[in-house]
């Protein structure tokens, strides 16, 4: 008769304690990261913080009417929820495109993308939660960028989202 009990259970069982799900109370982000004037960013799961391995998330709060410097996020894949306000996306090589998002909406950037992300509210504060594909966050600042004045604007158009 074979014995069903694992002798490393108990192992598991004491590590799972401590190190299995992890809640992150809203209250005690860390806000030791990259800060740009204008946006209040917080991490929440990083490798530091709980051991995350693949993924950072974390929050970021952009007062009326700032936006971020061009920029990409390396090789890692992000993405943003709009919790509160009003997110304007620009991207593409010389920001030739332009996106909004509003509270549930969620936004995808690919890898290398150069992308701005812009408060287009001027009287409310935007609110969203960020998730990225490696434990720590890359940000790669573009300076020697040429932005077109009036970007084309980009609707997400597939067979269930007609365009306007």
């Not at 993308?113 to 009287?123: F, G, K, L, R, S």
Request: charged share 25%; aromatic share 6%; proline share 7%.
């Amino acid at each position: 008769m074979g014995n069903d009990h694992d002798p490393h259970q108990h192992d598991h069982h004491e590590r799972w304690k401590h190190d299995g799900v992890r809640v992150i109370k809203g209250n005690q982000l860390d806000d030791n990261t990259a800060q740009t004037p204008g946006m209040y960013r917080q991490a929440a799961i990083n490798h530091a913080r709980v051991g995350a391995q693949k993924i950072w998330a974390g929050t970021v709060a952009i007062a009326p009417n700032a936006k971020t410097g061009v920029h990409h996020h390396g090789e890692l894949e992000s993405v943003i929820y709009v919790v509160r306000g009003r997110a304007r996306l620009r991207w593409g090589e010389r920001l030739e495109y332009v996106a909004e998002a509003e509270p549930g909406d969620f936004i995808y950037v690919p890898p290398f993308v150069p992308h701005q992300e812009i408060n287009a509210d001027p009287d409310q504060e935007l609110e969203c939660v960020l998730v990225r594909s490696d434990n720590e966050a890359v940000v790669v600042n573009i300076t020697d960028v040429d932005p077109v004045e009036a970007p084309e604007e980009v609707y997400w158009v597939d067979p269930i989202h007609k365009a306007p």
